[in-house]
């Protein structure tokens, strides 16, 4: 198989370099300064194990692929990318070739199988960080993540084999699994806490704060019929297999959308997490007030082009509970 790697961010670059470490068939699709590097430098991966520069083949635009029957795309851009994506895709690529979804949140896979046939999702735990052009960071080593996958919306088929295969021979845990969605809707729930990240700092998801974001998502998932990994079954197949460790001192710094914030990127991803905890909700007619706050605060925060930390978990519950 040949992956092409549709943003090579953090985890696109990440399980990109990996593969392409094993010696897999991968081309990087970036943008940007990002870009820039690749094409000039390469891409830098940075772990605990050390830093290796990898001449991987960057380009910016689908186009410029050299497309062949075996070609697997791998979706890591952001969901509020996605369908841009999907049309600058569906322009050059045959309707048959397997889009496997690598991305937060639940409608990346749907909006796929408007214009693709063979829908894949993974499940991914993997820490990971991209701060500067032309270098990502996998935070732990020896396995650098959890990459299950599944066909959307249920099965599995030979694609989703050799995909596996190629993920653990890339230092990944991967395992082909029936029911993706069940898994899909894990994450949502985990990632609800990337917007508080974001907002009031790294490292401050949880609290009571997590506790009322996560009481709204269990409830409205519940409300729309969504089955659900549990939390039991999360922490099961996570195990002890990811050991952080230090780059260069440092720990890992912080979620996706901290990572965003941080870097001014301009966007941010929580209309398609916490937002679609608000969207199920007005959907079943069940208030999501927490989900519904950070929402907007993450919205004013990337308009206002503030840092990430500008309020405590305290403020917001003030605001959210006034006294």
Known sequence: MRY???????????????LFQAGRDVTLIARGAHLEVLQSRGLRMESPAGSDLLSCPAVGQPRQVDWRHDHVVLMAVKSQQTLAA??????VVPPQTPIVCLQNGIANEPAALRL???????????????LEPGVVQAWSA????LLDIGR?????????VAVADDFRA????SNPVEEIRRWKHRKLLNNLANAIEAICGP????????????AEGEAVLAAAGCETATADENRKRRGDLLQLGEIAGETHPGSSSWQSVHRGVGDIETDYLNGEIVLLGRIHGMPTPANELLQQLARDLIDNRLA???????AVLALLEPT
């Open 4 to 18: 092409v790697v549709l943003g090579a961010g953090a985890i696109g670059g990440v399980v990109g370099g990996r």
């Open 86 to 91: 999907l049309v600058d895709l569906a322009a």
């Open 116 to 130: 693709f046939r063979n829908v894949y999702g993974v499940w991914v735990a993997c820490p990971a960080s991209h």
């Open 142 to 145: 020896p396995v650098t993540g």
């Open 152 to 160: 959307y919306p249920r099965g599995t088929d030979t694609t989703c």
């Open 170 to 173: 890339a230092t990944f845990s």
């Open 203 to 214: 490292h401050q998801g949880r609290g009571r704060l997590w506790d009322l974001v996560l």
């Open 308 to 314: 990430p930390g500008e309020l405590s978990s305290d």
